[in-house]
T-cell receptor, first 112, second 115 residues
Framework: GAGVSQSPRYKVAKRGQDVALRCDPI?????LFWYQQALGQGPEFLTY????????KSGLPSDRFFAERPEGSVSTLKIQRTQQEDSAVYLC??????????FGQGTRLTVV | AQSVTQLDSQVPVFEEAPVELRCNYS??????LFWYVQYPNQGLQLLLK??????LVKGINGFEAEFNKSQTSFHLRKPSVHISDTAEYFC?????????????FGPGTSLSVIP
């Protein structure tokens, strides 16, 4: 596609519900990042994939957060048993490795 | 590990006036530096990047930034701002690993252009 696509754009979840956020990177981009952006803050790194391999998951805040990219293209960020502190915008970015990351518009998650 | 400081959380400026958004970084290794802009309800768009070479980097929309290694700074400037420049600006840093290094973002500066 022309850019990084994320879905849904908005998600409201009841506390305790599981959610899945999808990222379609730019075709051919090897690297994929997930970031969490709380209101009024800068993006915080969550995890990184190179093709299907998850090489860095040091930013995942708890074991309730899980990410996968099984075929090296589309990625899914899953949050189990959501809590209010999980409310944020989740950004996905992809890159060819040339250090310019292309970002999607994000998914705004609100946990009520 | 790297970190980024943006001392000004909010910068109001009149239209057609110059602006400087400050960024300082901390790193034990050489780095790449970036400025991203985020418009309301949008993702992040790259304004400019410093990888190597000339320390003065020109980007889109008339912005430029200067890398100062001794002061560990990468301030963003524009000589004359427009209303459309109102947005959130993020400075970011990435370490010079051979394969990849995650991009670390600062807390952001909210630029408000006043008509």
């Amino acid at each position: 596609g022309a850019g990084v696509s994320q879905s849904p754009r908005y998600k409201v979840a009841k506390r305790g519900q599981d959610v899945a956020l999808r990222c379609d990177p730019i075709s051919g981009h090897v690297s994929l990042f997930w970031y969490q952006q709380a209101l009024g803050q800068g993006p915080e790194f969550l995890t990184y994939f190179q093709n299907e391999a998850q090489l860095d998951k040091s930013g995942l805040p708890s074991d309730r957060f899980f990410a996968e990219r099984p075929e090296g293209s589309v990625s899914t960020l899953k949050i189990q048993r959501t809590q209010q502190e999980d409310s944020a915008v989740y950004l996905c970015a992809s890159t060819t490795g040339g250090r310019e990351a292309f970002f999607g518009q994000g998914t705004r998650l609100t946990v009520v | 590990a790297q970190s980024v400081t943006q001392l000004d959380s909010q910068v109001p400026v009149f239209e057609e006036a110059p602006v400087e958004l400050r960024c300082n970084y901390s790193s034990s290794v050489s780095v790449y530096l970036f400025w991203y802009v985020q418009y309301p309800n949008q993702g992040l768009q790259l304004l400019l990047k410093y990888l190597s070479g000339s320390t003065l980097v020109k980007g889109i929309n008339g912005f430029e930034a200067e890398f100062n290694k001794s002061q560990t700074s990468f301030h963003l400037r524009k000589p004359s701002v427009h209303i459309s420049d109102t947005a959130e600006y993020f400075c970011a840093v990435s370490g010079l690993k051979t394969s990849y290094d995650k991009v670390i973002f600062g807390p952001g500066t909210s630029l408000s252009v006043i008509p």
